[in-house]
């Protein structure tokens, strides 16, 4: 089992960046592939990014490729999202999530379902 704490969210003007950072307790989270999501105001909780246990593979939303940069780190148990040329569509809560199985696509890591440890999310907000 793991543990998911984010951080590094905030208010950003349009244009701007963030990084994002999320913590993992448990040894098991270099084996995990992880994920990254949000959640805006009324809408439905969806797909920004995923990378593999290895890193060697990654995976983006199309509505942030270009911008959005996934990584980790394995020695520090931490997962990252940079984001960059910040919109303000792009306000909402972030997640992190781990998925304790391996993928047989890279797309199938993008399925939410996959992901069983979620983390309470942190909010980013960018301002127009």
């Known amino acids: 089992q793991v543990q998911l704490v984010e951080s590094g969210g905030g208010l950003v003007q349009a244009g701007g960046s963030l990084r994002l950072s999320c913590a993992a307790s448990?040894?098991?989270?270099?084996?995990?592939?992880m994920g990254w999501f949000r959640q805006a105001p009324g809408k439905e909780r969806k797909f920004v990014a995923a990378i593999s246990w290895t890193g060697g593979s990654t995976y983006y939303a199309d509505s942030v490729k270009g911008r959005f940069t996934i990584s980790r780190d394995n020695a520090k148990n931490t997962l990252y999202l940079q984001m960059n040329s910040l919109k303000p569509e792009d306000t909402a809560v972030y997640y992190c999530?781990?998925?304790?199985?391996?993928?047989?696509?890279?797309?199938?890591?993008?399925?939410?379902?996959?992901?069983?440890?979620w983390g309470q999310g942190t909010q980013v907000t960018v301002s127009s």
């Open positions: 999530a781990a998925d304790p199985s391996p993928p047989t696509t890279t797309q199938a890591m993008g399925i939410m379902r996959r992901y069983d440890y």
């Open positions: 448990g040894r098991s989270f270099s084996t995990y592939t």
